[in-house]
C-alpha cells in the first residue's frame, strides 16, 4: 500500500461547479497534512496546511479525519484558473522532515 | 518567493556519463531535498540534507549521490547515467518550522 493514495482523476468540472478531492495516508502517527498546487511543468507549491480542526481559505476548505486517515479539499465555486494537479502531502512521524507525495489528482475546470 | 535556483533546467546527456545537478538557496535554511517526478509516481525523495556534510538517503537513492559543503549549495550527481534516470528533478527547501517546503523551478534530464 501506499504511504499516501489519490485518485488520479481527471475531474473535469464546469465552472462554478463545487468538487472535492479525497486523499488517504496509512501513517497512522503522522502529524503534518498539506495540500500542494502544481500547474503543468511547474514547481509544486503550498495551497494550504490541514489542522485538525479543518480550515478554509476563501474557496477552498481542507478536513482532516484520523480516524480514517484522510484529508479533503473541498473547492466551491470552481474558476478556470483551478485547472491544476493537486498533492497530498504528508510530514510522517519520526521521518525528520521527509515530506510524502501522493501521485496528484488533475483537476480541469471547463466553461 | 523563495529563494531557490535549479541549474541547469534542461539537460539532455548519454548513458553511461556522469550528470550533475546543482540547487542553490538564499534563505539559509538548514533542510534541502532532491525529489524526481515522474508520471504515475509523482514526487519521490532521492536524499536529503540537514546540514552541511549532513545528508541521508531518501527512497529511490540507488545511482544517485549528493554534496553539501555550503549551507546554499545541495548537489545532486548521477554517477552514471540511465535512461531511467530521464526525469523531472526538483529541488525543495524547508523553513525554520520545518512545515512548508519551496521548490526550484525544475531540471528535465533526458538520458538517451
Known amino acids: 500500500r501506499k504511504e499516501v493514495e489519490q485518485d488520479p482523476g481527471p475531474f473535469n468540472v464546469p465552472e462554478g461547479a463545487t468538487v472535492a478531492f479525497n486523499c488517504t495516508y496509512s501513517?497512522?502517527?503522522?502529524?503534518?497534512f498539506f495540500w500542494y498546487r502544481q500547474d503543468c511543468r511547474k514547481e509544486p507549491k503550498l495551497l494550504m496546511s490541514v489542522y485538525s480542526s479543518g480550515n478554509e481559505d476563501g474557496r477552498f476548505t481542507a478536513q482532516l479525519n484520523r480516524a480514517s486517515q484522510y484529508i479533503s479539499l473541498l473547492i466551491r465555486d470552481s474558476k478556470l484558473s483551478d485547472s491544476a494537479t493537486y498533492l497530498c502531502?504528508?510530514?510522517?512521524?519520526?521521518?525528520?522532515?521527509?515530506?510524502?507525495f501522493g501521485t496528484g489528482t488533475q483537476l480541469k475546470v471547463e466553461l | 518567493d523563495a529563494g531557490i535556483t535549479q541549474s541547469p533546467r534542461h539537460k539532455v546527456t548519454e548513458t553511461g556519463t556522469p550528470v550533475t545537478l546543482r540547487c542553490h538557496q538564499t534563505e539559509n535554511h538548514r533542510y534541502m531535498y532532491w525529489y524526481r517526478q515522474d508520471p504515475g509516481h509523482g514526487l519521490r525523495l532521492i536524499h536529503y540534507?540537514?546540514?552541511?556534510?549532513?545528508?541521508d538517503k531518501g527512497e529511490v537513492s540507488d545511482g544517485y549521490s549528493v554534496s553539501r559543503s555550503k549551507t546554499e549549495d545541495f548537489l545532486l550527481t548521477l554517477e552514471s547515467a540511465t535512461s531511467s534516470q530521464t526525469s523531472v528533478y526538483f529541488c525543495?527547501?524547508?523553513?525554520?518550522?520545518?512545515?512548508?517546503?519551496?521548490f526550484g523551478q525544475g531540471t528535465r534530464l533526458t538520458v538517451v
Open positions: 525543495a527547501i524547508t523553513g525554520p518550522d520545518n512545515t512548508e517546503a519551496f
Open positions: 501513517n497512522s502517527a503522522s502529524q503534518s
Open positions: 502531502v504528508v510530514n510522517p512521524t519520526g521521518g525528520g522532515n521527509k515530506l510524502t
Open positions: 540534507s540537514y546540514g552541511v556534510k549532513d545528508t
